[in-house]
Structure formats: C-alpha cells, structure tokens
C-alpha cells in the first residue's frame, strides 16, 4: 500500500517569513495529493491540492508543488501570519475510485510574532 | 464540512464494553470513511463505504465494525477487541462527483475509563 513521509514534524518561523513542508510518497499510481490543515481539537480543513497532471497551484499565499518522477511534493506558505499556526498533513490517493487517505504525520508550525 | 456530523463530542467506555460513534452527513455523497488520529500521528483509515450496504477494511480496522444501511449514515463500533481505543475519531465523506476531495466531521474523542 501507500506509505507517505512528512517532514518536518515541527517547524518554527517568524512572522512574515515562508514555511514549506515536504512529503514523499512510495505508490506511483497516486495521482491526487490534497493538504490539511488542522488546529486543536478541531477538524481537518482541506486547503489546497494537486492532481498528478500538474506540477505547481497556487492559490493566495499557499502553493504546491509536485515531482512525480521523484515522488514528492511541498506545501508553500508565503508571508505567514499567526494564524497560520496549525498542524498540517500531506496525504496521497490513487484517485478516482474514493479510496481512503493516506496522510502523512502532520507538521506542526509555529507562527513566531 | 458543515453538513457532517459526529455525536457525541466525548464518549467514555469501560473495559470490555463496545461503543458505536455516530456519523451522520446531509450532503448526498456517496463515499463514507472512517479514520482515527493518535498525538504525534497522522489519521489512519479504518473503514470506508463507496455505496449503500458495502464497504471495505482500511489499514486498522481489527476491533472495530461499521454498517452502511442508509446513504446519508456510517456507525463506527469500537468493540472489546479494540485493546487500545483512546483516540480522536474522525468521520468523512465525498461525493460521486469529485470522489477524491473528503470533507470532515468535528470529531468524537474516545477515552477509557
């Protein structure tokens, strides 16, 4: 099955500085890579993703990237703000056939004022 | 997101005891799925239902059952052979239409007493 790593597990910036977290997965026939961000307690909120036909989206100050010749892809963030402050999961899918998830360990970022 | 939901919030279950959390969503989608999220983790699938009285294992489903006999319902049940079931219990949904994009529920919180 799928097997996707995350990296780093904690990051910490200074406001107004970029974040980019990145993921690896191991299935080559994973073709959709959505990404997840999640404060205490709550709820999984799916802010951006990237299907495996495109090597870059951009929406705002978030942007993804994908190499799928090397099986990874990263989460961009631009001048971060405080609440921006969240863990955040990476997850890949063969796509299509509403199959489950798999996520990566979450990357927690910290927003340093 | 917001046309999901898990009750309860909080459940407590004594040892030996089996405990069904709920998820209920109005959003037509046809795709049900469960996954469990440990601290330093990221979310695990358990179960997961494509259609109406089916659905399939995901990567740790031992100890625990789900039923699919209504569209818009998918009862988790954490039995006695689930050893270590304190965790935060996530249910999610996706429609036919885009079956890769899964909206999430607020979460149950499970603990042991």
């Known amino acids: 099955g799928e097997n996707v790593e995350q990296h780093p597990s904690t990051l910490s910036v200074q406001e107004g500085d970029s974040a980019v977290i990145k993921c690896t997965y191991s299935?080559?026939?994973?073709?959709?890579f959505p990404w997840y961000k999640q404060e205490l307690g709550k709820r999984p909120q799916l802010i951006i993703d990237i299907r495996s036909n495109v090597g870059e989206k951009k929406d705002q100050r978030i942007a993804v990237t994908l190499n799928k010749t090397a099986k990874h892809f990263s989460l961009h963030i631009t001048e971060t703000q405080p609440e921006d402050s969240a863990v955040y999961f990476c997850?890949?899918?063969?796509?299509?056939?509403?199959?489950?998830?798999?996520f990566g360990k979450g990357t927690h970022l910290i927003i340093q004022p | 997101d917001g046309g999901i939901t898990q009750s309860p919030k909080y459940l407590f279950r004594k040892e030996g005891q089996n405990v069904t959390l709920s998820c209920e969503q109005n959003l037509n989608h046809d795709a049900m799925y469960w996954y469990r999220q440990d601290p330093g983790q990221g979310l695990r699938l358990i179960y997961y239902s494509q259609i109406v009285n089916d659905f399939q294992k995901g990567d740790i489903a031992e100890g625990y059952s789900v039923s699919r006999e209504k569209k818009e319902s998918f009862p988790l049940t954490v039995t006695s052979a689930q050893k270590n079931p304190t965790a935060f219990y996530l249910c999610a949904s996706s429609s036919w239409t885009d079956p890769d994009t899964q909206y999430f529920g607020p979460g149950t919180r499970l603990l042991v007493l």
């Open positions: 299935d080559s026939a994973s073709n959709y």
């Open positions: 997850a890949a899918v063969a796509g299509g056939g509403a199959d489950g998830l798999t």
